[in-house]
């Protein structure tokens, strides 16, 4: 199609860098997985025998290292989780576990920022959650890493901090679900596809953040995340 065929302008494909090259990974869907470090589900005092479970954001709403975004509003209670995200360069429906790192192209750090006021309001009325877990800016996420340089991380030290101050910090092994189990339960949900990307939970420690805040996130091997909330 060219750029006529529209009858309004066309969207910019959301993407995401890959370290060392110039070139850029195209984001299709964003899916989260919820509840997947013990001690996280602790902290919010949830059903420690429930499996965690899946819910989305738009790729629009990625945002890049380095950027600094408004304190969003209806929230009084804006807070950070630092995650590993797996990215994809295949999918299917009903992938086998066994074979499901077979689809992944690389791996980098997010944040999934949440509106955890509306979140558990929404959760307390059995409402959808998209009110505290899908809005603008909602998906910061740094630089890949592709598998075929790093392997496939299990293991290693997830964390972020808040001006210099360290507030989470877990392991990768600490995950209940790994990664080839996420992506082959995902994929009995939906059909996962090239350049869907997911975020695989976070440790525990999270907590609000203020205006004038500056985050800074990583994952040992893979490049570090930073952003700042507007003052």
């Not at 630092?82 to 944040?111: C, F, P, Q, R, T």
């Not at 630089?143 to 877990?170: C, D, F, M, Y």
């Not at 203020?210 to 995340?225: F, R």
Request: glycine fraction near 10%; charged fraction near 20%.
């Amino acid at each position: 199609m060219t750029a006529d065929s529209f009858v309004i302008p066309a969207h910019t494909l959301p993407a995401l860098p890959v370290a060392g090259t110039s070139k850029t990974f195209p984001v299709r869907r964003i899916w989260c997985v919820g509840r997947n470090y013990l001690e996280h589900i602790r902290e919010l005092g949830n059903d420690e025998r429930q499996p965690p479970f899946f819910f989305a954001k738009h790729a629009d709403m990625i945002v890049h290292d380095g950027a600094t975004i408004p304190y969003p509003g209806l929230t009084q209670n804006f807070q950070h989780e630092v995650e590993m995200i797996v990215a994809l360069k295949s999918g299917g429906a009903n992938l086998d576990a066994g074979k499901a790192l077979d689809h992944v192209y690389g791996y980098g750090v997010s944040i999934d920022l949440t509106r955890r006021d509306l979140q558990m309001a929404s959760r307390k009325k059995e409402q959808p959650w998209e009110i505290g877990k899908s809005f603008d800016n909602c998906a910061p996420c740094g630089a890949l890493r592709a598998a075929s340089e790093i392997g496939h991380p299990a293991k290693g030290k997830i964390w972020l901090s808040v001006n210099g101050t360290e507030r989470q910090k877990g392991d990768l092994s600490e995950m209940i679900w790994n990664v080839p189990e996420i992506i082959a339960k995902l994929s009995l949900q939906v059909t996962l596809g090239a350049g869907d990307i997911i975020m695989t939970g976070t440790p525990a420690g999270v907590a609000a953040l203020s205006p004038g805040d500056k985050i800074e996130c990583g994952v040992d091997g893979l490049p570090s995340l930073r952003l700042a909330i507007a003052a």
